[in-house]
């Protein structure tokens, strides 16, 4: 059957011999690409009368949409919460590297800084489409300064700022800029935070809640003023109580508003949360779990010192410490591995696991159309995985942009 040029001459990929995820099963069905798009296979026989031009046996692989990783503070040696020269060329290594482990978005994260830090750095972060060249860049997540000095876990205490009258302004002259801001985690009980967290949400920022001592009914009323998301939940705020359970509650809450859901970020690394309390959230309200890697500059990187922006960090095994200290900071897990661990900690199928890590986030950032699913029309960035959720290939706008080199492919 020969192609119908009419609608385009870009090439019709066709990938057979794979199980997709798609409607939360995997389906055993061929995927079809063409210019970066999931392609409706119906239409093109029916309407179109075209045919693939090139056809690529996945020897019975998963299919996934990539990975969205919206917490993530470096690797590889790079720490986004270091103003440097080569930031861009530092940003760069990192989106180049995570593709091995099935990223292909992400937001840079920036903990807690000086303004001159933000002033600096900021503007050198761009939004971009992911490629051969690495990873998409969704936009940056500010994690802190304005959060609680009881709860700031690894981040320093003499950068952590309180809004003062004219929040929104305050904050804006910290930051410098919210040009290519996607995240802000805020504490919500913090004076004059509704303001900011409706600001925020009016310009289409996603506002998380951590690193915070909220009661419930201060968690309850951000969500109402607009926040969305709940940065690495257990981690930097109060334990769950059964008379106040604090910000864990909002995974059960009856005030959160009708149409809207509450994610949570979860670092799955087997060190930050024990598996009991990952099985209780992902038990009490899956479709928000969002997985996140919360990595640092020392992923990838032998143990030993490290930064996360203002400290001084070590790396013993799976464990950072800010140092000589036993204040975690951060994790070295990659995504792929907190997919796993995921999976193998709650019992959970493979759709599950690896939804908490693509179609989860992507709701959670409103690109869901595009983003996080295999759906027609969507973009065609997806892994190849065998059935233990190892990665072997990954695909960016259609393209291969890396594969395992043993595969004999």
Same mark, same amino acid.
Not at 332 to 353: I, L, N, P
């Given at each position: ?17 794979? =199980?997709?995820? =798609? ?24 309407? !179109?009368?075209? /045919? ?9 692989? *998963? ?20 103003? @440097? ?30 303004? /001159? ?11 971009? &489409? ?6 998409? *860049? ?43 801001? =996607? ?11 509704? #303001?900011?967290?409706? !600001? ?14 909220? &009661?419930?009914?201060?968690?309850? #009323? ?50 930050? +949360? ?32 490290? @930064? ?43 759709? +599950?696991?690896? !939804? ?16 996080? @699913?295999? &759906? ?11 059935? /233990? ?9 259609? !393209?291969?942009?890396? =594969? ?6």
């Amino acid at each position: 059957m020969p192609s119908n040029k009419s609608v385009s001459d870009a090439p019709i990929v066709q990938f057979t011999n794979c =199980r997709i995820l =798609r409607s939360h099963q995997l389906q055993r069905e061929d995927l079809w690409v063409r210019e970066g798009k999931i392609l409706n296979p119906e239409k093109l026989f029916f309407d !179109e009368k075209g /045919s693939a031009d090139i056809q690529l046996d996945c020897k019975d692989s *998963i299919i996934a949409p990539g990975f969205i990783d919206v917490q993530i503070n470096g690797g590889f040696g790079v720490d986004f919460s270091l103003a @440097t020269d080569d930031f861009k060329s530092g940003i760069g290594l990192v989106s180049q590297k995570i593709l091995s482990h099935g990223v292909t978005s992400f937001c840079p994260t920036l903990v807690t800084s000086p303004p /001159s830090v933000y002033h600096q750095v900021l503007p050198q972060i761009s939004v971009r &489409n992911g490629g051969a060249h690495g990873a998409g *860049i969704l936009g940056a997540h500010l994690e802190g300064p304005f959060i609680s000095k009881e709860k700031k876990g690894a981040h320093p205490e003499h950068c952590l700022r309180t809004f003062e009258a004219g929040a929104f302004q305050d904050l804006l002259a910290t930051y410098g800029s919210l040009d290519c801001v =996607r995240i802000v985690t805020l504490a919500p009980e913090m004076k004059r935070s509704s #303001e900011v967290i409706r !600001e925020l949400t009016k310009r289409g920022i996603c506002v998380s809640l951590g690193h915070s001592v909220a &009661n419930l009914s201060q968690a309850e #009323e951000a969500v109402q003023h607009g926040a969305t998301f709940i940065t690495h939940l257990f981690n930097a705020m109060l334990p769950f109580h059964h008379r106040d359970p604090g910000i864990v509650g909002l995974l059960t809450s009856d005030k959160i508003p009708a149409g809207r859901r509450v994610f949570y970020g979860m670092i799955s690394d087997g060190i930050h +949360t024990n598996p009991a309390a990952l099985r209780i959230a992902h038990r009490a309200h899956p479709k928000g779990l969002v997985l996140v890697t919360d990595a640092i500059a020392g992923m990838g990187l032998a143990p030993g010192r490290h @930064t996360l922006g203002q400290q001084v960090v070590e790396i013993d095994g799976l464990n950072t410490y800010i140092a000589g200290t036993k204040t975690l900071s951060g994790s070295v897990a990659t995504m792929d591995t907190c997919v796993r661990h995921f999976q193998e900690a709650t019992g959970c199928s493979a759709e +599950t696991a690896l !939804e908490a890590a693509s179609l989860h986030p992507a709701k959670l950032l409103g690109i869901e159309h595009k983003k996080g @699913t295999l &759906n027609y029309d969507s973009d065609a960035d997806f892994l190849m995985l065998n059935d /233990s959720l190892y990665v072997q290939a990954t695909y960016i706008a259609g !393209e291969e942009v890396w =594969r395992q080199d043993a595969l004999g492919m």
